[in-house]
């Protein structure tokens, strides 16, 4: 997966190169997208640039591409990548100027995009499911927007595995959030428990496709934040994202949840999500 786009023009990646005054580089000053791809067409395309502009309003930023630029730009990468699975990333800066905390005017954003191998979910999560660890959410205050910035998702995600456990379940004021790179449910006596879409939480795709899945099979499932303890004494636990589909948590600091087996709830979720996947519909 050799091509990138950089700013109009598809190069090797050893070819693209951009400037060290770039903000994205020297303040974290962007915004990003990871998309699915599956027998190389993109999952939910819609749902992530409509993301992106969401999150582009809300760092004041300009989109260097109208949808249908996005469309084609990403049409030919993942051709000129080889088609079949892929993780799609997409990036844009505020682009280049010298440092200042202050915006520039009249600068045009940075815009890169790759794909490298959509590496199938691991066997041993659909049949044992996987370990997570609760920490405090440290994150700041506009989670809702997929900012570059992630040195503290990338500090709780790496004392996650640091204890041998592949997911960082946050808490924040005493209830579950979300996860590092994901998003969490919490199943109790049948219902399923996602945090609402505010601003501690990303707004996850996946997450969108499982209340559409639990809605159109009569799924109960509620938008709302559950506390700590009751994380603690749930039925199942899961987590979402683009590239991990949706994950049974079977380990909470070091606890068997519920039988220490993925539940009930998660393999008909799963069930579901593998047919929604091949047929793009709920
Ligand atoms: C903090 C966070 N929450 C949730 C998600 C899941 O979002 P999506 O389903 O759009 O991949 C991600 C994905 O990387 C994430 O980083």
Known sequence: MDKVYLNGEFLTADQAKVSVFDRGFLLGDGV????????????????????????????????????????????????????GDQSLYLQVTRGVAPRDHIFPEGVTPTAFAMSNPLQPVPEKYKTKGAAAITLADIRWQNCNIKAITLLPNSLLKQQAHEAGALEALLIRDGYLTEGAASNAYVVIQGTIYTAPKDEKVLPGITRDVVIDIAKANNLPIIEQAVTEQ?????????????????????????????????????????????????????
């Open 230 to 282: 009751q994380l603690k004494q749930a039925d199942e636990i899961w987590i979402s994202s683009s590239t991990k589909e949706v994950v049974a948590i079977t380990q909470l600091d070091g606890e068997a949840v519920a039988g220490g087996v993925p539940g009930p709830v998660w393999q008909k979720m799963d069930a579901l999500y593998q047919q929604y996947k091949l047929k793009g519909v709920a």
């Open 32 to 83: 990003y997208e990871v998309i699915p791809v599956y027998a190389g067409k993109c999952f939910q395309l819609d749902g992530h640039l409509l993301r992106l502009q969401t999150s582009l309003n809300g760092v004041r930023m300009k989109n260097p591409h109208s949808n249908s630029e996005w469309q084609a730009l990403i049409k030919q990468l993942i051709e000129l990548n080889g088609g």
